[in-house]
């Protein structure tokens, strides 16, 4: 814990963390100590951890990335971070994110952007993490936590960890509880960590899964030993490729990493299939439809009455008004600007409802798919990491990054994105998993 608070110290041109916690951290360092020496030692016993600052920690000031929340110190932990800590882990600080997670780059950010610990070969330009997770993926990388927890809507997690080479998985709709996790889009958010092994992202989601009767969309199923499928053969497994991923203007090197992950595959004994998933090109339109209504909704709380930031004000709806203005960002007003307009009484059915059924349809073909194969296997992002400031003004170029993840979060299936090696210019890039609803275990054992 100390060597992992002194590496953060010395990071901090990253701006990987919001807020540092090194005192807490040595409190709970010596706590799980005493626990191990009266022999009650828990699976994740001293392991220091990074907490995305969209996890309610109590005592502890969570912000979002948002200036909205300035200030707000929950009174209750999150169910994922509680499990943690009942496991023995110790935690160094909150992590930055895109405000109300909503963005791939972590610019969208209150509290500024994250650098990347990478650079590309002979060029100093500061390069994004990826986001929404970027400090949680930057600060696993760069070796400043052990690990970290992560948020998913659409892509969340396994962008950043392709970004940054490091491991991130997106686990089954409702395997991971959401409470006390700050709401962006409640029927896509998922929990999930960010390692730098495919065992350590096994032992950190299989702490942070199990039903919890505070969500209602948890599910209410055992949770497997998730470390014990690290390493199993995967001999005569059926792995499908989707012909629909190969996307107009795909770089050479992404189709390249996706031939040596069906390589790869191959060697181990799968089988690979090509598969159709017909409905593939109207998952970014419909997500970015499905997202901002939710986010609409969940962020009308923010009136600058219950929590953080209140704007000087004359008046109630003067309050609102000017508190939100002030509070929120400009990626943040665009979704709510979306939202509210998709579900207004004369768009909802030409929009809400009609990416519903789009929803539906996506995720018809994978259970269509997964009637031929075991698991997929895709590119996790359309590139490698692009440079700060890159499609900060082009919210479309911006969006057009998640187009191979949200699929797997409109169908609320399991997605992991492995390490897979460097691009010509020396940066990672990840290969995505994609399993059966709450198949996690193949996906560690074939990302392992
Ligand atoms: N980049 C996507 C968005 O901005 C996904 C974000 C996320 O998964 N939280 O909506």
């Known amino acids: 814990?100390?060597?992992?608070?002194?590496?953060?110290?010395?990071?901090?041109?990253?701006?990987?963390?919001?807020?540092?916690?090194?005192?807490?951290?040595?409190?709970?360092?010596?706590?799980?100590?005493?626990?191990?020496?009266?022999?009650?030692?828990?699976?994740?016993?001293?392991?220091?951890?990074?907490?995305?600052?969209?996890?309610?920690?109590?005592?502890?000031?969570?912000?979002?990335?948002?200036?909205?929340?300035?200030?707000?110190?929950?009174?209750?932990?999150?169910?994922?971070?509680?499990?943690?800590?009942?496991?023995?882990?110790?935690?160094?600080?909150?992590?930055?994110?895109?405000?109300?997670?909503?963005?791939?780059?972590?610019?969208?950010?209150?509290?500024?952007?994250?650098?990347?610990?990478?650079?590309?070969?002979?060029?100093?330009?500061?390069?994004?993490?990826?986001?929404?997770?970027?400090?949680?993926?930057?600060?696993?990388?760069?070796?400043?936590?052990?690990?970290?927890?992560?948020?998913?809507?659409?892509?969340?997690?396994?962008?950043?960890?392709?970004?940054?080479?490091?491991?991130?998985?997106?686990?089954?709709?409702?395997?991971?509880?959401?409470?006390?996790?700050?709401?962006?889009?409640?029927?896509?958010?998922?929990?999930?960590?960010?390692?730098?092994?495919?065992?350590?992202?096994?032992?950190?989601?299989?702490?942070?899964?199990?039903?919890d009767p505070k969500d209602s969309t948890s599910l209410d199923v055992e949770v497997p030993d998730f470390a014990a499928f690290v390493g199993r053969s995967v001999k005569g497994l059926r792995i499908g490729v989707p012909k629909e991923y190969r996307v107009d203007g795909m770089p050479a090197e992404i189709e390249a990493l996706w031939e040596q992950g069906i390589a790869w595959l191959r060697e181990a004994g799968c089988e690979i299939v090509e598969v159709s998933l017909p409905h593939t090109r109207y998952a970014l339109p419909a997500y970015y439809i499905v997202a901002p209504a939710e986010a609409s909704s969940n962020l009308a709380r923010y009136d600058g009455m219950r929590y953080g930031l209140r704007a000087d004000a004359t008046s109630l709806t003067d309050t609102y008004e000017k508190s939100r203005a002030e509070g929120f960002g400009e990626e943040v007003k665009r979704r709510i600007l979306i939202g509210t307009y998709v579900l207004s009484a004369g768009y909802y059915d030409a929009y809400y409802l009609r990416a519903l059924k789009v929803r539906r349809r996506i995720a018809d073909d994978f259970t269509e798919a997964f009637g031929k194969v075991d698991a997929l296997l895709t590119p996790t992002a359309p590139s490698a990491a692009f440079a700060l400031g890159e499609n900060a003004d082009d919210p479309v170029a911006m969006y057009l990054n998640d187009i191979f993840t949200v699929t797997v979060n409109l169908a609320g299936l399991p997605g992991m994105s492995v390490p897979a090696g460097l691009d010509a210019r020396g940066l990672p890039l990840g290969l995505q998993l994609i399993g059966r609803p709450l198949d996690e275990g193949l996906l560690f054992s074939l990302g392992g």
Not at 13 to 40: H, Q, V
Not at 53 to 78: H, K, M, Q
Not at 130 to 149: D, E, R
């Open 1 to 211: 814990t100390r060597a992992h608070i002194d590496a953060v110290e010395a990071a901090r041109p990253l701006n990987a963390y919001i807020l540092e916690t090194p005192e807490k951290a040595l409190d709970m360092a010596r706590a799980s100590d005493a626990r191990r020496k009266a022999g009650e030692a828990g699976a994740l016993d001293g392991a220091p951890l990074g907490i995305k600052d969209l996890f309610c920690t109590n005592g502890v000031t969570t912000t979002a990335g948002s200036r909205i929340l300035g200030g707000f110190t929950p009174t209750y932990e999150s169910t994922v971070t509680s499990q943690l800590w009942r496991d023995g882990a110790v935690m160094l600080g909150k992590l930055n994110l895109d405000e109300f997670a909503m963005g791939s780059s972590n610019e969208t950010s209150a509290y500024g952007p994250v650098v990347s610990p990478w650079r590309r070969n002979g060029d100093a330009s500061p390069l994004t993490p990826g986001g929404s997770s970027g400090g949680s993926a930057a600060a696993v990388a760069a070796g400043l936590c052990l690990g970290a927890t992560a948020t998913d809507t659409g892509g969340s997690i396994r962008q950043p960890a392709a970004f940054t080479g490091t491991v991130g998985i997106k686990p089954t709709y409702g395997r991971c509880s959401r409470w006390g996790v700050v709401a962006f889009a409640s029927s896509l958010d998922q929990a999930g960590p960010i390692a730098r092994t495919v065992e350590d992202a096994a032992l950190l989601l299989q702490s942070m899964s199990g039903h």
